[in-house]
């Protein structure tokens, strides 16, 4: 027996006692929607975002708007060629950052890390999302540097990822951060750095 025939066989085994009227539409899948928050809830949903992105071995920095400049200089310390995007807003850009004005790739590769905001956080798996618009730059940008800085407000966390996908946009270019980039091999050595930033720091400002 080959091995398509014994999957196939098992296959036939499963459906056994499957009706030979029913269809898939006929079986009704539980999805239950985003979960409600109240004000004490989303206070436990934004530690849990916190502990779940430092989970990850990204450093998460609680801020208040105030001290925000002061943490951010300090996340900053040590690139000296800092990338934003062209729309980041002004109050978080840096005077000698670098705009992002269609860079190639091979000038990416110049920069030493990224700013950018995010569209949102997910606390159950501590991702960050985004979705490239105002402030948060396109995929490459955020994929070639070595540092990516991610500025998050505590408004933006929500609790799962039934929560979030009610709040993006499908149409737009999402992209998941769960981490530095980081790989492992046959043996379970970790690598960081492989298909992106090796160092993710993310401010959680509120």
Known sequence: MSAREEILGRVRTA???????????????DRP??????????????????????????TVVRCTPEDLPTHLASALD????????????EDLRPADAILDEQLTTAELDTVDGVL????????DTGT????????????????VPDRHVCVVRADQVVA???SAVARLDPARPLTWISGPSATSDIELDRV????????????LVG
């Open 160 to 162: 799962d990822v039934a």
């Open 78 to 89: 040590g690139v000296p060629r800092l990338l934003v995007p062209a729309d980041l807003p």
């Open 33 to 58: 929607g985003p979960r409600p928050t109240t004000r004490d809830d989303a206070a436990d949903v934004v530690e849990l975002f916190a502990e779940r992105v430092a989970d990850y071995k990204a």
């Open 128 to 143: 960050i999302v985004l979705d490239h618009g105002p402030g948060q730059g396109r995929r490459a940008a955020t994929l």
């Open 116 to 123: 950018t905001t995010a569209a949102l956080g997910i606390a």
């Open 15 to 29: 459906l056994r006692d499957v009706p030979a009227v029913e269809t898939p539409a006929d079986v009704a899948v």
């Open 192 to 203: 960081e750095g492989v298909h992106g930033p090796r160092t993710l720091i993310v401010l």
